[in-house]
């Protein structure tokens, strides 16, 4: 009788594990790598406690809308919609897209720096992962897709391994993790901490989640082992990303060699290669890769069914073309428009991948205040609303991205009106 409960929690388990991981998974993409090996790179170990919040923050908001899509069975477009109307759709979706659109593009950039490293020109290198980003979604079904994506997560600990041949000096790392510092008058931390919060806790993770776990078709007896899938995911986001932000304060930032604040990754991976040998400098140029590999298959995925599930389009990875047109024709958009403006001469692909973050992080805001509101709306929830503690952990980390933002826009005005 045990063997069979087992068996039966096993089963239950692996159904419901994906979302979590593979959304956490790619809050690593691009941007996020470049992201934190500046942080590491220009700020050493002073941003690594940063991460312990982040950690809380995604976990929470990760399993807000696990809970959501698990109880309605419905994305958080189709949620708003219902809840606020319309026009409130419209709205949030706008902030949404705009918001992985660049975000896409950055991936498709950190593709074409990345592969720059291996000897592969940018005009091969971005149309053929566009055409394979296409076809995978487009011609695999749903379990095929999340195995890939699954494989893909597994890979980040190409950075894991990066971080420990970099021989950190672990006692001040493990000091800093727990020594909160915020220079509130520093125009460049703020807009590295805006960053790394809209690089981890993204707009779009909130509607990509929804929607991957509607399409799993998961129910509330699944509950529990998808907060076990979120929570373990937000781990590992932050798990990766403490070993890039190790990797380069140990080297770069200890070494004290200067870093160019429009440096990407893969400029980085480079720099890596004199401080901590060539292999770990190949694993941080290989993670990039995949990375944006990953970003650039789920941003365009996510906006696709955001976008679907709000206005009532047929969506779906089991679906085929001429069943959900609008669902693969905004897909096809979404990544031909990246793969166009990457393609540019002359284009700074390396603000590219840095400047979407610190918009996701001003944005995030407006999608939480939605979450929160559903959440907490008994009408739709029932019995599963959010804690006190929930509602106190999202309420602070919006609280925290509009004041940050509002701080990081008028240090600059204040400047000005000082001289």
Do not use: H
């Not at 498709?108 to 005009?123: D, H, K, N």
């Not at 020594?179 to 008058?185: A, D, G």
């Amino acid at each position: 009788m045990r063997s069979r409960i087992s068996g039966k929690r096993l089963g239950l388990l692996l159904a419901a594990v994906g979302p979590g991981l593979i959304a956490a998974a790619a809050d690593n993409d691009a941007g996020g790598i470049t992201t934190y090996s500046l942080a590491g790179a220009r700020f050493g170990y002073s941003f690594l406690w940063v991460l312990i919040l982040i950690t809380f923050s995604l976990a929470i908001t990760q399993e807000m809308g696990a809970r959501m899509a698990i109880v309605t069975g419905k994305g958080l477009g189709g949620l708003i919609r219902e809840r606020f109307g319309a026009k409130w759709a419209a709205f949030a979706i706008l902030v949404m897209l705009v918001a992985n659109l660049g975000t896409t593009i950055a991936e498709f950039a950190g593709i074409a720096i990345s592969l720059r490293i291996f000897g592969v020109p940018v005009l091969i290198s971005v149309p053929v992962a566009a055409l394979t980003i296409y076809l995978l979604i487009a011609k695999f079904d749903f379990r095929r897709v999340q195995q890939v994506f699954l494989l893909s997560g597994f890979l980040y600990l190409s950075y894991v391994v990066s971080g420990l041949l970099a021989k950190p000096d672990w006692s001040l790392a493990l000091a800093r993790t727990v020594q909160p510092s915020i220079p509130l008058t520093s125009t460049a931390y703020l807009l590295m901490f805006v960053a790394t919060v809209g690089t981890t806790i993204t707009p779009w993770g909130q509607f990509f989640i929804q929607s991957y776990i509607v399409d799993k078709r998961l129910n509330t007896e699944d509950l529990s082992y998808a907060r076990a899938d979120v929570y373990l995911g937000g781990f590992f986001t932050n798990f990766v990303a403490f070993f890039i932000i190790v990797a380069c304060a140990a080297t770069i930032w200890a070494a004290g060699v200067r870093i160019d604040p429009s440096a990407s990754a893969a400029q980085l991976a480079v720099a890596l290669r004199p401080l901590a040998g060539r292999f770990a400098s190949t694993l941080f140029a290989f993670g990039l890769l995949n990375a944006s590999l990953l970003g650039a298959a789920i941003l365009p995925l996510t906006s696709s069914y955001a976008a679907s599930e709000t206005f009532g389009w047929e969506a779906g990875i089991d679906k085929r073309f001429r069943e959900a047109p609008i669902f693969y024709g905004m897909f096809a958009f979404f990544i031909a428009v990246a793969s166009v403006v990457v393609l540019l001469p002359g284009l700074p692909l390396l603000q590219i991948m840095f400047l979407p973050q610190v918009l996701n992080g001003m944005l995030l805001p407006v999608i939480l205040i939605f979450v929160l509101k559903i959440t907490n709306d008994r009408s739709v929830m029932g019995k599963y609303t959010n804690s006190r503690a929930f509602n106190a952990v999202a309420v602070l980390t919006a609280a925290v991205m509009i004041i940050l933002t509002v701080l990081l826009l008028g240090l600059p005005l204040a400047a000005r009106f000082a001289q």
